[in-house]
């Protein structure tokens, strides 16, 4: 019994630090609506965390989802926007002191883009612990392609 005890706390030990190392879309939030041909800024988040881990990139993509429910970023990104490093920091500008380590991306949503609900999903994927293990994790919000 006692050993099913130690499996089960090193179980939620090992799925804490993975959870703890989750990032997320700051902005834009939900239902922001954006004009085809125009910019928009995605920023992406990823919580401090006292397990070590290394950022190696993020991919963030635009599905069109007016004319049937999106599938998720884990199954499609569509139209990449962005893909590349990731570098999230701790900033001192006047309003965001108190947000988590983040980077802002300017994109373009292309002028050609179907409107209406659109997918913007994030595929983020680190190095984590001592061990060096890989991650990819998935995330996505819905804005309005206007």
Avoid: W
């Avoid at 499609?76 to 900033?91: K, M, R």
């Avoid at 050609?112 to 983020?124: I, M, S």
Wanted: charged share 10%; glycine share 8%.
């Amino acid at each position: 019994m006692q050993l099913l005890s130690v499996l089960f706390s090193l179980l939620v030990a090992a799925a804490t630090s993975v959870l703890a190392q989750s990032a997320n879309i700051g902005a834009p939030a939900d239902m922001t609506q954006v004009a085809a041909g125009s910019d928009f800024t995605v920023m992406v988040d990823r919580p401090d965390s006292l397990t070590g881990s290394t950022e190696v990139a993020v991919v963030i993509g635009l599905l069109s989802c007016a004319s049937s429910p999106c599938p998720g970023p884990s199954a499609e990104l569509g139209t990449v926007l962005y893909n590349g490093p990731f570098d999230p920091q701790f900033t001192t500008e006047p309003g965001t002191t108190t947000l988590p380590p983040h980077e802002n991306f300017t994109l373009t949503v292309p002028s050609n883009f179907a409107k209406g609900n659109a997918q913007l999903g994030v595929a983020h994927v680190y190095l984590l612990g001592a061990s060096v293990s890989p991650e990819m994790e998935t995330f996505n919000t819905t804005i309005v392609v206007t």
